[in-house]
């Protein structure tokens, strides 16, 4: 079983700045691309940030030049570093993970739980 588990969520105000965290951990041989997605009320899933196992770094439009992601693979963890935050950046921030739970398995994609990040005005 593996597990990814989000923390560093919360309230600030806009300009400010967040460091979410997010790590894994259970039954992992190795883990290849991870990333962060956000959720707004009413609204679909969307991509964040990823990184892969190399550190590529892929962001979405409105992530550039003000979030960045890493990640400590000795760790399992990433992280993502947000600053200059806007109210709508409001949403919940999920962490996703694909990894091999063992040698010879199929690559599977894990989810964290969540953490509400809210920005006010």
């Known amino acids: 079983q593996v597990q990814l588990v989000e923390s560093g969520g919360g309230l600030v105000q806009a300009g400010g700045s967040l460091r979410l965290s997010c790590a894994a951990s259970?039954?992992?041989?190795?883990?290849?691309?991870m990333g962060w997605y956000r959720q707004a009320p009413g609204k679909q899933r969307e991509l964040v940030a990823a990184?892969?196992?190399?550190?590529?770094?892929n962001y979405a439009d409105f992530a550039k030049g003000r979030f960045t992601i890493s990640r400590d693979n000795a760790k399992n963890t990433v992280y993502l570093q947000m600053n200059s935050l806007k109210p709508e950046d409001t949403a919940v921030y999920y962490c996703?993970?694909?990894?091999?739970?063992?040698?010879?398995?199929?690559?599977?994609?894990?989810w964290g739980q969540g953490t509400q990040v809210t920005v006010s005005s």
């Open positions: 990184i892969t196992h190399g550190g590529s770094t």
């Open positions: 259970g039954s992992i041989f190795s883990i290849n691309a």
């Open positions: 996703n993970a694909d990894l091999w739970t063992s040698l010879g398995a199929g690559i599977s994609e894990h």
